[in-house]
T-cell receptor
Framework: KAGVTQTPRYLIKTRGQQVTLSCSPI?????VSWYQQTPGQGLQFLFE???????NKGNFPGRFSGRQFSNSRSEMNVSTLELGDSALYLC????????????????FGPGTRLTVL | AQTVTQSQPEMSVQEAETVTLSCTYD???????LFWYKQPPSRQMILVIR??????QNATENRFSVNFQKAAKSFSLKISDSQLGDAAMYFCAYRSDGYGQNFVFGPGTRLSVLP
């Protein structure tokens, strides 16, 4: 089975621009979560989507948004970029909701490294 | 809200030796899952081991084992016969059992393995 894929892997933007990141979960997984990882703040939860619905949201400003499509692929958008948005953005998928305890495990993608200049 | 604490920002171990990484968590739930994830430098995060809170037996995966103390809310990871490839950032994570529960990660412990 193919793993979680994220595109692009690297991105350089300037302040004020917007960016869209993409995540394709493992086939059959309907839950997709997004995290921001920085050296200072560690892994911070952004939001989770399940069957095209946002099920959970972390404590991030409204500039951060996401969506999920019917094929479970997810996109994350950040508008009006700030220098502090520079981070590794990780996507993780899970089969949660389908069957048993194993569904609680998350599988991570390689991440998108966003640099804001 | 649940929190996960890893009190050791950095640790080192000699190759072939044993090391234990600490993790404590705070929750009022009775059913939940605990995980250790490994993130090697510039590489993908992968699951090392998982533990269901309702199971008293400690999980084991080859050289990796946990010491799960539910009453103390402690979940430590023991790595035996450490190898150079074990060098990574290790994250302890918690997820309660229930619809719509997200993962809560600890700040991580950076493990160095010395040859």
């Amino acid at each position: 089975k193919a793993g979680v894929t994220q595109t692009p892997r690297y991105l350089i933007k300037t302040r004020g621009q917007q960016v869209t990141l993409s995540c394709s979960p493992i086939s059959g997984h309907r839950s997709v979560s997004w995290y921001q990882q920085t050296p200072g703040q560690g892994l911070q939860f952004l939001f989770e989507y399940f069957s095209e619905t946002q099920r959970n949201k972390g404590n991030f400003p409204g500039r951060f948004s996401g969506r999920q499509f019917s094929n479970s692929r997810s996109e994350m958008n950040v508008s009006t970029l700030e220098l502090g948005d520079s981070a590794l953005y990780l996507c993780a998928s899970s089969s949660y909701g389908l069957a048993g305890a194993l569904g609680n495990e998350q599988f991570f993608g390689p991440g998108t490294r966003l640099t804001v200049l | 809200a649940q929190t996960v604490t890893q009190s050791q920002p950095e640790m080192s171990v000699q190759e072939a030796e044993t090391v234990t990484l600490s993790c404590t968590y705070d929750t009022s739930e009775s059913d939940y899952y605990l995980f250790w994830y490994k993130q090697p430098p510039s590489r993908q995060m992968i699951l090392v081991i998982r533990q269901e809170a309702y199971k008293q037996q400690n999980a084991t995966e080859n050289r990796f084992s946990v010491n799960f103390q539910k009453a103390a809310k402690s979940f430590s990871l023991k790595i035996s016969d450490s190898q150079l490839g074990d060098a990574a950032m290790y994250f302890c994570a918690y997820r309660s059992d229930g619809y719509g529960q997200n993962f809560v990660f600890g700040p991580g412990t950076r493990l160095s393995v010395l040859p």
